[in-house]
C-alpha cells in the first residue's frame, strides 16, 4: 500500500488589510514541515521544521524575490518558495507534497498556470519548483482552509502571526484554529 511522500508541506499566507495593498502592506508567509503525515488532517506525522517571514516588496532589500505588493496572493507564493528552497537544502531525495489552501498558489508555481499578474514573483517560484522537481518527485495539493486541518492550521498561525509582527504560540500550547 503506497503511504504517499515522506514529506508534506504546508504552506498558507497572511495579509492585513487585503483589499487595498500597496508595497507597504503587511503580508507574511508560514511553512509548516512534516514527516510521515497522511494528508488527513488529523496532525499525523512528525513535525520536523517549521518557518514564518514578511514578504519582501523591496527589490533591493534581502530575502526579495520579485513581490511588488504585500497581498494574500504575494504571500501565499513566498511560502511555496520557503517549502521549495527547504527542499533543495533539507529534504534529500525523497518525494514531497507541498499542501495549500490557495489553488491560485499551487497552480501557478507548479506551471499548471500561467501569470497574469505577480510574473516575476511567479517566475522566481516556477524556476524553484523547476529546480526541485529534477531532483525529486515533487507534487502539490489543496487543502481546505480553516477546517480544523492541524498542519494546514499551524501554517495559518504562523502566516497570521508574522504579519502582524507578533511571535507565534509554541506549538506545545497551540491549539488548531487559533490565529
Same mark, same amino acid.
Given at each position: 500500500?503506497?503511504?504517499?511522500?515522506?514529506?508534506?508541506?504546508?504552506?498558507?499566507?497572511?495579509?492585513?488589510?487585503?483589499?487595498?495593498?500597496?508595497?507597504?502592506?503587511?503580508?507574511?508567509?508560514?511553512?509548516?514541515?512534516?514527516?510521515?503525515?497522511?494528508? !488527513?488532517?488529523?496532525?499525523? &506525522?512528525? $513535525? #520536523?521544521?517549521?518557518?514564518?517571514?514578511? =514578504?519582501?516588496?523591496?527589490? +533591493?532589500?534581502?530575502?526579495?524575490?520579485?513581490?511588488?505588493?504585500?497581498?494574500?496572493?504575494?504571500?501565499?507564493?513566498?511560502?511555496?518558495?520557503?517549502?521549495?528552497?527547504?527542499l533543495l537544502m533539507e529534504g534529500g531525495d525523497d518525494a514531497a507534497e507541498?499542501?495549500?489552501?490557495?489553488?491560485?498558489?499551487?497552480?501557478?508555481?507548479?506551471?499548471?498556470?500561467?501569470?497574469?499578474a505577480n510574473r516575476e514573483l511567479v517566475a522566481h517560484v516556477q524556476a !524553484?519548483?523547476?529546480?526541485? &522537481?529534477? $531532483? #525529486?518527485?515533487?507534487?502539490?495539493?489543496? =487543502?481546505?482552509?480553516?477546517? +480544523?486541518?492541524?498542519?494546514?492550521?499551524?501554517?495559518?498561525h504562523l502566516a497570521s502571526r508574522k504579519a502582524q509582527g507578533a511571535l507565534?504560540?509554541?506549538?506545545?500550547?497551540?491549539?488548531?484554529?487559533?490565529?
Amino acid at each position: 500500500m503506497d503511504e504517499g511522500p515522506r514529506w508534506r508541506l504546508y504552506v498558507d499566507g497572511s495579509c492585513l488589510g487585503n483589499q487595498h495593498v500597496d508595497a507597504a502592506t503587511p503580508a507574511a508567509w508560514g511553512l509548516v514541515v512534516v514527516e510521515g503525515d497522511s494528508g !488527513l488532517g488529523k496532525g499525523s &506525522g512528525e $513535525l #520536523r521544521f517549521e518557518d514564518a517571514g514578511d =514578504v519582501i516588496t523591496a527589490s +533591493g532589500e534581502p530575502g526579495h524575490i520579485g513581490a511588488e505588493v504585500g497581498s494574500n496572493n504575494t504571500a501565499e507564493l513566498s511560502g511555496f518558495a520557503a517549502a521549495l528552497r527547504w527542499l533543495l537544502m533539507e529534504g534529500g531525495d525523497d518525494a514531497a507534497e507541498i499542501r495549500a489552501d490557495s489553488v491560485y498558489a499551487g497552480n501557478l508555481a507548479s506551471g499548471a498556470w500561467k501569470a497574469k499578474a505577480n510574473r516575476e514573483l511567479v517566475a522566481h517560484v516556477q524556476a !524553484l519548483w523547476d529546480e526541485v &522537481g529534477r $531532483l #525529486r518527485p515533487l507534487s502539490w495539493s489543496h =487543502v481546505k482552509a480553516h477546517r +480544523g486541518h492541524r498542519w494546514n492550521e499551524r501554517a495559518d498561525h504562523l502566516a497570521s502571526r508574522k504579519a502582524q509582527g507578533a511571535l507565534p504560540t509554541p506549538l506545545t500550547f497551540w491549539k488548531p484554529g487559533q490565529r
